[in-house]
């Protein structure tokens, strides 16, 4: 049992030496080993203003939706592994808790929460 | 035919990462052969696509970006490849396993999960437009795809009354789960693209914004993001066998050729689609994903959750 | 040395080429995207990607140094060539593979081109000048057979510019390409120098000189950043020389204005007229149909996209219309069949139509040439004009994916089409 978690410990230990390796490998093979500095690409022109800023995501109010069920998926796991030997009720429990939530998502889908255009 | 699973010791994972490394490069040859196909040259003059692609970008020079946050950006380019392999150690070979958690089905979810920071922060780190433009249209997308995902990933496991995958393999003795929970498969399948970034679900790496979160990475490390997405591509086709086509279950023969078969058909399934859909733009696909895509699986669960009480199909 | 020598040969077999194509030498990008697809090679979408800049036709004073500061972001190994007309496609390529291959060329060049972007002389933003100064430097290096013989006298400045607004009310041209050839000198410039007076003294301390982004009034009534990023003219399936420069919050447009980049030569004649009527029927279905590739690649649907530029290349290869009515058919029923595709393109408006629209008379005038008939051919021939001030009202208010797909459905029906080319004088 303790071996499971070291398998994956061991899989993250390989994953990282390959990624280590093959970047010792183009610093071999590469033209030039040390990288350039670009500018960022702008159809040809040069930046105003640096990229990383305020970003207007218009998605803003499609998270909030989401985190309302993300956060459901919490009771969702556990609930699937007990789910058949609760019986009836568990499975009513869970569905009307999920209906509540997607008449949420109508509610907002109306409202135009899913529309960002 | 899949009485139980065997765990093996650690050092097997160097194989699972062989085996998945092997899996990509198959996937990465069968599109330059479908690429080479479309543009009317004989197929198996683009099977080579993916070995002249390394070696280019073996040779060519790194860049970084001015004022860009080299690490992060890193981190998210190298951290696609890293995740695909932390996904399949939770993935039977016939019948060995590396790690049978005793939530692999969740494990798999936390390891899909991370690609939204992956992807956003290759486009981010880069301090450019196109890549910030990407980065946001990847969340946006995620945002969609990713509760069907999680739905889809609880129909198997609410039929097998585990999260564990060798649990789910042996539920499926009499019937892959595919068959009778066609819904959450397909929902899955189309997840596993969304996040490989791939196929009509590939807006965040769009031409019309110069690659987007692609737009400028060169050298190795455009390569470990495009061998990421190979990999993200074959290990979710790889999960997708135990938890939907029965594992390694098969009518005759050793059952990890079947693990094999089955996982290379499905990955060359995703690599087909890539050129027969349209794009889909983050912000068309989220009604769809919203309004009938998570009800649909919502009623695909709710339908295995009452076969289950009855005992099962 | 050898593991050097087999990587490098392994990776001609493969190179990634950036087209910049000038007004004027479609043909000519078009030959090369046929060529570079017929090599096995790939056209990329950004300079990080390519090993190659091919430069088609001859740019005037602007697009040369766009071209100057693309060629700074390859990465390298990098080949730098051009081609002035579709005969020298082929050979421009076999020298980009040479010059890719040499080994000493390459290293010589990764040092001693400039290292840092950021380092050095402080008017890089402003001074189109020094980029040419790079460019002498890497041109020797890596095989450069490029013009410099009509950079600098150009730059004369335009004090009463002031940036966005002078484009805006001189926006009004035709997106012709073939008009435009050193048409308009002064129209173009205010852009280059308007953005050292924007933010003051602050960019001295900002990294590379750049300044941070300032916030503006958002539509949605919030307070975010605004982004000046300029659309073209080197952007995958873009049109040649079509700048619109965009204010971007979020990857919303909140502001547009528009240039057009002249050549700094004109095209050879055959790109212009075709020679004969036949051929220039030819011309315009295969146009159309270079356009209609154009749009379903920036749509992101690669198989369309490939089989609309599988009919534009047997044109191109002299196949006649009749001989390639079949895919062309094939290619009208996949794309007006596709849900999918609709249900995508269902937003922005007119996109869809545009595009259906194209294809049914792309295909009418096709019919009516497998008939022999080439009166009926006259379908083709309304040359719509896009006037550029009205395509950057279109604008504002879409997001990026949608103002690509309006860009390039608009050009779409403006494509030169030449049936009755006299007709229009």
Sequence with gaps: ?117 | MVESLVEVAPGWVVVAAVLLGLMALVGACVDGALAAHSDRRSMLAGVGKPIWETARLLRQRRRVLVASDPLLWRVGGAGLLVVALLMVVVVPFGRWTVADLSVGVAWFNAMDVMVWALVWLTGWGANSAHGLVGGHRFLAQALSYELPLMFALTAPAVAAGSLRVSDVVVAQQGLWFAVWMPVAFLVFCASVLAFSVWGPFSPAAGGDIAGGVLTELSSVDRFLVLAGRYALLAAGAAFAVPMFLGGGSGPFGPEWVWTFLKTAVLLAAFIYIRRLLPAVRPDRLVEAAWVIGLPVVLLQVLFVSLVSLGGGL | MGLAGALSRAAVNRLHVLIVEIPGWDRTRMRVETEVRSRGWAVSESPADADVLLVCGVPGADLASVCDRVWEQLPGPRARVEALDEEATSAALDEAVITILDGAVQRRDAVSRKQKASEGDGERTADPSSGRMDHTVSASAADTPSDTNEGSQHHDENPSSAGHEHDGTDGCEPIEPHAEAGGHADMDHSAMNHDDMDHGDMEMMMPGGIGSAEGGPDRDGLNLDVLNVPLGPVLPHWPAGLVIRCALQGDVITKAAVEILPAGGSPPESAVTGDGDDAARRNGILRRCDGIGRLLAVAGWSRAATMAFGVRDRLLDGASVQETAGQLFRLHRSVRRSRVLRWSLKEPDGVLEALYRSLDEVCRAAEAEEQGGYAAGGTLREQVQVHAHDLVGRLVGLDVAAARLVVAASVLNAAPVLVERTDHG
């Design chain 1, 1 to 117: 049992m303790s071996s499971t978690y070291l398998s994956v410990f061991m899989m993250l230990l390989v994953a990282a030496a390959f990624v280590g390796g093959i970047y010792l490998l183009n610093r071999a093979t590469s033209v030039e080993a040390k990288p350039i500095e670009n500018l960022p690409f702008l159809s040809g022109w040069t930046p105003e203003e640096h990229a990383l800023s305020r970003y207007h995501a218009r998605f803003y109010p499609l998270t909030m939706i989401f985190l309302a069920f993300d956060v459901e998926m919490l009771f969702m796991y556990p609930w699937a592994v007990v789910a058949a030997d609760s019986g009836i009720e568990a499975v009513m429990e869970m569905f009307i808790f999920l209906g509540v939530l997607m008449a949420g998502v109508v509610w907002a889908w109306r409202e135009g929460a899913l529309r960002w255009v």
